[in-house]
Structures are given as C-alpha cells and as structure tokens.
C-alpha cells in the first residue's frame, strides 16, 4: 500500500483538470415539425419543414407527444 504526504496529494490534485459541470447549462435548441401528413419530429431548431425531416437529422415521435403540459 502507497503512503503519501499532503504535499504529494496536493501537488497531484493540482495537475488533474477538474471538469465543472453546470447543470444550469441549455441544450441546444429544438422544436417540434409537424411532417404534411400530421407526424411530429423533435428537430434542431431552424431546419426546413418542407424538406426530408429524417434527412437532417430529426427524430420522429411516434405516439409520445411533446407538449408544455408533459
């Protein structure tokens, strides 16, 4: 077993890169297209409704629906 003096620790900690998580931090923009015969897809925000939804990299949802009352 590896016995260390708080110097060691310390200086080890300091070479780590510690990664702070923001849990404020948003996703990134999406909204929900509806396709010409009623289907919707959760698409990055900005794609063109008229043209292939799955082409540009939307999910379609089936049955679950995306409402602000979920």
């Known amino acids: 077993m590896a016995v260390?003096?708080?110097?060691?620790?310390?200086?080890?900690?300091?070479?780590?890169?510690i990664y702070e998580v923001d849990p404020n931090h948003p996703a990134r923009p999406m909204e929900v297209v509806f396709d010409k015969d009623?289907?919707?897809?959760?698409?990055?925000?900005?794609?063109?409704?008229?043209?292939d939804l799955a082409a540009q990299g939307c999910w379609?949802?089936?049955?679950?629906?995306?409402?602000?009352?979920?």
Request: with cysteine; glycine share 10%; net charge negative.
């Open 4 to 17: 260390y003096t708080t110097q060691e620790l310390e200086a080890e900690l300091l070479e780590e890169e």
């Open 38 to 51: 009623g289907n919707h897809w959760l698409c990055d925000k900005g794609v063109d409704p008229n043209g």
């Open 60 to 70: 379609q949802c089936g049955d679950f629906a995306f409402t602000r009352q979920d």
